[in-house]
């Protein structure tokens, strides 16, 4: 077995990288890791100069044969529309007729497994970053295998920019059972963490004009939001934050408890939510919680059933704190030039409601006691097999090698690559005479599902989008410039990057009890005494947690020694 690769050089190429693509939900990811910026990573973060390579598709689609069908699992985002330019042109240019298949993303394990128990199997399964989704699918026999060998000979750039971006290493990382079940997709933008984001004109309403640097300085501002009418309505009902602002708390004594379940300390591996620290955070929590700084709701969540990385909590003015994403979840308008640059989201939502005056501020994750600090970072490619076939396509040769053509093609020709991201040029898109910005959407950009609605990106026709090159070219300058700021922000990612051996039959439910007993910690629905805490680790172990820190310790011997 060879022993895994760390590829952190190469990875940092990564940082030149636009967000144009994909946004997998948060998920257990463990290794505490804080990524510092290397002089690779500052080198490759520059803005890339070299003109795109026009490259044509070496197999012509078959014109005058009928439009072949394909059913397709995007990445679902929001239901595309089949009429919209680039569509129609992709499925002109490709000679096939595709019907995509929207699940609302918080349910396509459940959906997803609905259908094919009715033997209904889609064609193309974007699994959005589930392992434990392509786990069940595999054993079920829904998966078709996709040997590597297969992809390093049909299908050689993409092979290539997968290798060149996780190393080679990710085809067997990727593997269930000794099979390959899909192409990894490396997620260009995971290289960065969740940014945290707090109301800095709060901050001067009570009396603080630095930004919170330690655990004691954010807890000094939270009783001042909590307390001292930051609003200004003359009423207490102001908090200081939510779910996601308690990631980095948890952060600051060292893991995330549900975000990077697994760590490495020394010789062996730990389990991050039953770490002494994880207690320690929960003693903070609960304090803030009885003393009014947490908001009560918090168990809904901040997103309110929105999008996930929407934090209605805090563009309502509930709270001055959140963690809710990624730097384009939360960038303000970076290109004033361009009419269309809105700002993210988050931005827009935000001004919106509390007014042009109101303000936020990015701010590092908070540092803790003990100097820990770190928030969700997700990593640029996990072990998932993110494109995925129906199991029946290993029966239909010509369907199968087609679907893996089309993949390849979107990693080849750059006309191709162009039209499945950014659109129909004139229509969707411009070009334009601003090297920082060569590709502007000609699209509405104050609804941020308009790309997924429209198609584009990994949220539509991209089945595969591995190609450096490509995504570097078509990047937008003004946000590469803007998230280099935050690649050496210190973050969390997963250290068991397999699913392990026993996690189908004991995971679900030590992740029911985990949740539900820290949100009964932070509301004093259980004490924080260390009697409690014991008792609880005695709870999951009981639901099988030793045998999962067994096999944990076992992934270590196997690939780290």
């Known amino acids: 077995m060879?022993?895994?690769?760390?590829?952190?050089?190469?990875?940092?190429?990564?940082?030149?990288?636009?967000?144009?693509?994909?946004?997998?939900?948060?998920?257990?990811?463990?290794?505490?890791?804080s990524a510092p910026a290397t002089p690779a990573a500052t080198a490759a973060a520059a803005p890339a100069t070299a003109a795109p390579q026009q490259t044509a598709a070496t197999t012509a689609p078959p014109q005058s044969q009928p439009p072949l069908k394909i059913s397709w699992v995007p990445q679902n985002d929001a239901p595309v529309n089949p009429d919209s330019p680039g569509v129609l042109e992709f499925e002109k240019r490709m000679n096939i007729d595709i019907d995509f298949v929207y699940f609302e993303r918080a349910q396509l394990a459940d959906l997803l497994q609905l259908r094919v128990a009715t033997g209904d199997i889609p064609d193309v399964m974007w699994l959005v970053g589930n392992r434990n989704l392509a786990t069940n699918l595999s054993k079920q026999g829904v998966l078709a295998e996709i040997k590597p060998e297969y992809v390093k000979e049909k299908m050689p750039a993409t092979w290539a920019g997968t290798n060149e971006l996780c190393g080679e290493d990710i085809w067997e990382l990727n593997q269930i059972d000794g099979k390959n079940y899909g192409i990894p997709t490396p997620f260009s933008e995971n290289i960065y963490p969740f940014v945290p984001i707090i109301r800095d004109d709060w901050l001067k309403k009570v009396g603080i004009n630095d930004l919170p640097v330690t655990l004691e300085d954010h807890e000094k501002a939270f009783y001042a939001f909590a307390n001292d009418d930051p609003d200004g309505n003359g009423k207490k009902d102001t908090y200081a934050l939510s779910i996601t602002g308690m990631k980095p708390v948890f952060g600051a004594f060292g893991g995330l408890p549900m975000e990077a379940s697994w760590q490495r300390q020394g010789d062996k591996v730990v389990y991050t939510p039953t770490?002494?620290?994880?207690?320690?955070?929960?003693?903070?929590?609960?304090?803030?919680?009885?003393?009014g700084l947490i908001d009560p709701e918090f168990v809904t969540g901040e997103n309110k059933g929105q999008a996930w990385a929407n934090t209605v909590t805090f563009w309502n003015g509930v709270i001055g704190y959140s963690s809710p994403g990624m730097y384009y979840h939360i960038r303000g308008i970076l290109n004033p030039n361009n009419p269309k640059d809105l700002g993210s989201n988050t931005y827009q939502q935000f001004k919106a409601i509390q007014g042009p005056n109101a303000t936020y501020k990015e701010i590092k994750p908070m540092v803790g006691p003990k100097g820990a600090s770190g928030s969700i970072l997700w990593g640029t490619a996990g072990s998932v097999p993110d494109l995925t076939l129906g199991v029946h396509l290993e029966k239909d040769?010509?369907?199968?090698d087609r679907i893996m053509e089309i993949a390849e093609l979107q990693n080849k020709d750059w006309d191709l690559y162009l039209l499945c991201t950014r659109g129909v040029e004139g229509v969707e898109y411009e070009k334009t005479n601003d090297p920082k910005e060569p590709f502007r959407t000609l699209l509405d950009t104050s609804d941020n599902l308009i790309n997924a609605k429209h198609g584009l990106g990994l949220t539509g026709m991209m089945m595969s989008r591995n190609n450096i090159k490509f995504i570097n070219d078509a990047a937008n300058q003004y946000e590469v410039e803007y998230k280099r700021q935050f690649l050496d922000w210190p973050g969390y990612t997963s250290f068991v990057r397999l699913t392990l051996p026993s996690a189908a039959m004991y995971e679900s439910q030590i992740n029911t009890a985990r949740n539900e007993a820290y949100w009964n910690f932070v509301m004093g629905q259980r004490p924080c005494t260390q009697a409690e805490w014991t008792k609880f680790i005695g709870e999951l172990n009981a639901l099988g947690l030793e045998t999962l820190e067994k096999e944990a310790n076992e992934y270590l011997q196997m690939y780290y020694k």
């Open 2 to 33: 060879k022993k895994l690769v760390t590829v952190l050089l190469t990875v940092c190429m990564l940082a030149m990288v636009a967000c144009q693509g994909a946004t997998p939900d948060p998920a257990p990811a463990p290794a505490v890791t």
């Open 275 to 291: 770490m002494p620290e994880m207690f320690e955070a929960l003693t903070y929590l609960a304090k803030w919680y009885k003393d």
């Open 397 to 400: 040769k010509a369907k199968y």
